[in-house]
Structures are given as structure tokens and as C-alpha cells.
């Protein structure tokens, strides 16, 4: 019997132990964005609410329009798939500092439980195939804290998978408190602060 | 009256459009070529037309200002990505649309997004305009009061317009 899925919070916070300060970051729709809030808020984080399956698409707009900046994706794998297409464009552009970070819990949280198709394809071998220069899984806090240093020391576009324990988010855990122009201004202030 | 697409594209960055996004269509094959060749803007060759627009929106948020290009095929695809990102969260954005299936008179995979186009940018809504290369800067200035709005907007190529295709 396999030991028990690492609990998704604990991941997102160990990977949030090691990911500069500086690093924008760029959280999918669901219960993914809403876990990461509840962990920790970075300064002008994006919380994308609706459009799942974008948000390594924004995340590579943004790395293209400012190749000097950190970006990190925090996404699902409802999200990954849906966007399968995205990993092989940001393979083939190659940003220099973007960590795509996948946290599979193998479930459409958001829409009740309903399971993905992910255990049965490995989203950390497409990305290295479609061209990311380091991929990687990680299932507990030791080999995520490697994963995620690797990946911060690679040249060009990293991806780790978490397999993570499913079950929804804890009791209680809010909404994303912004509205979205409000996170479309907190991101442009923290992305252009001489404006 | 004929453009070449490269200078179809001068008059965008000449109006300070930076970042450019989308899938092919052969009515602006001779665009596309122009912006492979470009170093002075970023062009992105996407896989699929809803992820030039979460691209666009990311150049945004960057402090680009940014074009997706698309056949009117592809505004379907871009449907998800125009209601629940760009326009909630006020992205400004220029989308060049190709009319395929005009006036009806298409390959029969184009008719029924050839009519039905201008209804689905009202209903979101995204206002559009027909390109007129005798206007275009004039088109622009439009684009651009609809950009300080924090608005998306369309110019809408057809073919017979101008000659940019492949």
C-alpha cells in the first residue's frame, strides 16, 4: 500500500520556503488559488478566478514582457490539461526563470470531486518533451525543497508535480477577497512600480 | 488598395503596440511573415487562440499593450478567456479578427461563424470596427480610446480589403 499523499497546503507552503520573494506569482482558478491564498498572500499575486487552463499562458506573457522577472505558476491539473497546448509554447519560447509548478491532486475540486484524467499521464514528461529544461516530481516536503532549487538554478522553463492528497479545501477558507481589476492593479503595481 | 504586412504592422507599433499572439489565417499570411522577421516587438506563434489571449493579458499586466491575431475560427476558442479574464479584469487589448465566410460566400466551414461573428462580439460585449486601410490611423485612435477604458476591441479583416494574405 502506497504511504499517503503529502497534504496540498504543506505543499504549497514548502514550495513557498524556497521561491524568492521576488518572484511573481500566478495562481490557477479553483480551490488552487484559493489553497495558495490561505497559505500565504505574495505581494501582487494573480489570482486568475475563471479562464482555467491560462494561467502558464499569462504567466508566459508576462516573462516575455519582462524576461528580468521570476515567475512562478502555481496550477492544478484540471488546469494543466486543459492547456496541454501551453506547455509546448512556453517549451519552445524558453523564459529564463519560470517555475511552472503543477500540484496534481488528480480532481476537479472545484466542481465537487469529480476525478482527472492524471494518474493515468505523466504532465512532468510532456513538459520535459514539449521542451522544459528541467522536470521533476516530487511527492514529499524533502524532494519538493530539491525540486524546487533545481529548478530556481536552471536556465529556462522548470515544471515540478506534486502528487498531492485530494479532498476539498478546509472549512472556512474565503474566497479570493479581490476583485479583478483590483488584482489587475495590485499585479501591474507590483510589475511596474514606477508608474 | 494594397498593404504590405509589414507595414501593416509599423502602423501598430507606430501607435505603441508591443506584443503580439495568435494562430494564422491565410488573410493575414503576409502579417505573420512580418512578424517573424521583426526584432521590435515580441511575437508569440500560439498553439491555440485563447492562450494568445491569456498571453496578451500577461504582456498587460507587464505594461504591454498588446495584439492578438486570429481567424474568426479561433474567436470561439477565445470565447472562456474574453468572459472570465480579459474583460472582468479590464485587460485592454487589440483582437484582428479575419472574416471568413463574408457576405456568406466561404468554404462551408466558415459560414456559420461568418454569420454569426458580429453577433458574439455585441453579446459579451467587445466593439469592433470593419479595418479600412484608408482610415487606419483614424481606426487606431478608436483602438486607443477603448485601451483608456481598459476595454478590448476588434478590427475585423475580410478579404478584398487590402492584400495581406500568404
Not at chain 1, 73 to 91: P, Q, W
Request: aromatic residues 6%.
Amino acid at each position: 500500500m502506497s504511504s499517503p499523499r503529502l497534504d496540498r497546503e504543506i505543499a504549497i507552503a514548502t514550495a513557498l520556503e524556497i521561491l524568492p520573494p521576488d518572484a511573481m506569482v500566478i495562481a490557477a482558478n479553483g480551490h488552487m488559488g484559493r489553497a495558495l491564498f490561505r497559505v500565504a498572500d505574495r505581494p501582487g499575486a494573480f489570482y486568475m478566478i475563471g479562464s482555467m487552463g491560462l494561467a502558464s499562458s499569462i504567466g508566459l506573457g508576462i516573462a516575455l514582457a519582462a524576461p528580468e522577472r521570476r515567475i512562478a505558476i502555481f496550477d492544478g491539473d484540471g488546469n494543466v490539461l486543459m492547456n496541454l497546448g501551453s506547455l509546448a509554447t512556453i517549451g519552445v519560447k524558453r523564459p529564463r526563470h519560470f517555475l511552472h509548478l503543477c500540484f496534481d491532486n488528480e480532481t476537479y475540486a472545484s466542481t465537487g470531486g469529480q476525478r482527472t484524467i492524471s494518474s493515468g499521464v505523466s504532465l512532468e514528461r510532456v513538459a520535459e518533451a514539449a521542451g522544459y529544461g528541467y522536470a521533476a516530481r516530487a511527492d514529499d516536503a524533502a524532494a519538493i525543497r530539491r525540486a524546487v532549487s533545481l529548478a530556481l538554478e536552471a536556465n529556462g522553463p522548470s515544471f515540478v508535480l506534486m502528487k498531492v492528497a485530494g479532498g476539498g479545501l478546509p472549512p472556512g477558507t474565503p474566497r479570493i477577497p479581490f476583485s479583478p481589476p483590483e488584482m489587475t492593479r495590485r499585479s501591474r503595481e507590483r510589475l511596474l512600480p514606477e508608474r | 488598395m494594397s498593404a504590405s504586412g509589414d507595414d501593416f504592422v509599423t502602423r501598430l507599433t507606430a501607435h505603441g503596440f508591443d506584443f503580439f499572439a495568435g494562430v494564422p489565417c491565410s488573410l493575414l499570411g503576409a502579417v505573420h511573415r512580418a512578424l517573424e522577421s521583426r526584432t521590435d516587438l515580441i511575437y508569440v506563434e500560439s498553439t491555440r487562440e485563447d492562450e494568445a489571449v491569456g498571453q496578451a493579458s500577461g504582456a498587460f499586466l507587464a505594461g504591454r499593450k498588446p495584439v492578438v491575431l486570429m481567424q474568426n475560427s479561433g474567436l470561439g476558442n477565445s470565447l472562456n478567456a474574453l468572459a472570465s479574464l480579459t474583460i472582468p479584469y479590464e485587460h485592454a487589448l487589440l483582437l484582428v479578427i479575419t472574416w471568413r465566410g463574408f457576405e456568406g460566400k466561404d468554404a462551408p466551414e466558415h459560414i456559420v461563424m461568418g454569420d454569426a461573428m458580429t453577433r458574439i462580439l455585441d453579446s459579451l460585449p467587445v466593439p469592433w470596427q470593419v479595418y479600412d486601410p484608408l482610415a487606419f490611423d483614424r481606426q487606431l485612435d478608436q483602438v486607443d480610446r477603448h485601451f483608456a477604458e481598459r476595454c478590448p476591441s476588434a478590427l475585423l479583416v475580410h478579404k478584398g480589403l487590402l492584400e495581406l494574405e500568404a
